[in-house]
Nanobody, 125 residues
Framework: QVQLVESGGGLVQPGGSLRLSCAGSGRTDSSATYAMGWFRQAPGKEREFVAG????????HYADSVKGRFTISRDNAKNTVDLQMNSLKPEDTAVYYC????????????????WGQGTQVTVSS
């Protein structure tokens, strides 16, 4: 089993920054958890892919809506994955979830096996 805990959400003004962190515990070193992803869900909308990273290679992927503003990074020794969010916009407001799994494509939400409880990000003046 793998447990994921997100932190770092909050209220920020448009144009501001936040850094989310996801701490993993349990069997995070198995082949079933070779990728970590950040997803978000706004009220009334489906959960969508934001960014993903592969543990070993460190290759990253981003949704077009956040490319150039968000950066995903990992610390293998600490089992953490961070999401640095800059130039935040009101449309970034959502509950942000981290996930671990072995998706055939890193953007595929339904192929992640483990999820955190989510952290709220609100971008508003």
């Amino acid at each position: 089993q793998v447990q994921l805990v997100e932190s770092g959400g909050g209220l920020v003004q448009p144009g501001g920054s936040l850094r989310l962190s996801c701490a993993g515990s349990g069997r995070t070193d198995s082949s079933a958890t070779y990728a970590m992803g950040w997803f978000r869900q706004a009220p009334g909308k489906e959960r969508e892919f934001v960014a993903g990273i592969r543990w070993s290679a460190g290759t990253t992927h981003y949704a077009d809506s956040v490319k150039g503003r968000f950066t995903i990074s990992r610390d293998n020794a600490k089992n953490t994955v961070d999401l640095q969010m800059n130039s935040l916009k009101p449309e970034d407001t959502a509950v942000y979830y981290c996930a671990a799994g072995a998706p055939s494509l890193i953007r595929r939400r339904n192929e992640y096996s483990y999820w955190g409880q989510g952290t709220q990000v609100t971008v508003s003046s």
